[in-house]
């Protein structure tokens, strides 16, 4: 099982967006791609955005960041 939740990095996620506006993430689906894609980006070279990651895997890593703020989940509207 993943820590933290799902429904946590979604409030994460979501933090920034202000009352009446659509949310960034409304599915767990989302979650799931956005840390898959990071996971694959750590994989090929990029640089990790956190501390202590030795020893962890590329998906693990990829939610870590999420939970901390270090990456962003934008829409295809905004690439």
Do not use: C, F, W
């Not at 506006?21 to 980006?41: C, D, G, L, P």
């Not at 501390?51 to 693990?60: F, H, N």
Request: overall charge negative.
């Amino acid at each position: 099982m993943l820590h933290p939740s799902y429904m946590d990095l979604m409030k994460v996620v979501n933090s920034g967006v202000e009352e009446g506006q659509e949310k960034v993430v409304s599915s767990r689906y989302s979650i799931v791609m956005a840390t898959a894609k990071r996971a694959r980006q750590i994989i090929a070279g990029d640089d990790v955005l956190v501390a202590d990651s030795k020893g962890k895997k590329p998906l693990s890593i990829a939610v870590e960041e999420l939970e901390q703020g270090k990456i962003h989940i934008i829409s295809d509207d905004e690439e």
